[in-house]
Nanobody, 124 residues
Framework: QVQLVESGGGLVQAGGSLRLSCALSGRTFSNYAMGWLRQALGKEREFVAAISWSGVCTSYADSVKGRFTISRDNAKNTVYLQMNSLKPEDTAVYYC?????????????????WGQGTQVTVSS
């Protein structure tokens, strides 16, 4: 059974940075494409970023392009989301997700496994 555990959320001022981490256990990490999605209060969960099994291919939502970077370390079974130039509208619960496929997955409903989420709050 795949388990995902996120960490790194918190409170930051606008313009600041945070790095989220998500560790996968229970299966071979490199067999999974990974994604980060977020859900703000009262809104639907939305795609943020995704990365292929090898880390070569990535994809970003337009709202975070140029500010966020997704990466992975297959030796550490961990995917990261570096978030720079944070804005109040980035405030949300951030979830990492996994799917047993090779390529990038940008559709939230295709992911098979989800973490519990980590809160990111950006103050103005």
């Amino acid at each position: 059974q795949v388990q995902l555990v996120e960490s790194g959320g918190g409170l930051v001022q606008a313009g600041g940075s945070l790095r989220l981490s998500c560790a996968l256990s229970g299966r071979t990490f490199s067999n999974y494409a990974m994604g980060w999605l977020r859900q703000a209060l009262g809104k639907e969960r939305e795609f943020v970023a995704a990365i292929s099994w090898s880390g070569v291919c990535t994809s970003y939502a337009d709202s975070v392009k140029g500010r966020f970077t997704i990466s992975r370390d297959n030796a550490k079974n961990t995917v990261y989301l570096q978030m720079n130039s944070l804005k109040p509208e980035d405030t949300a619960v951030y979830y990492c997700a996994a799917i047993a496929t090779l390529g990038v997955v940008t559709t939230k409903n295709k992911y098979d496994y989800w973490g519990q989420g980590t809160q990111v709050t950006v103050s103005s």
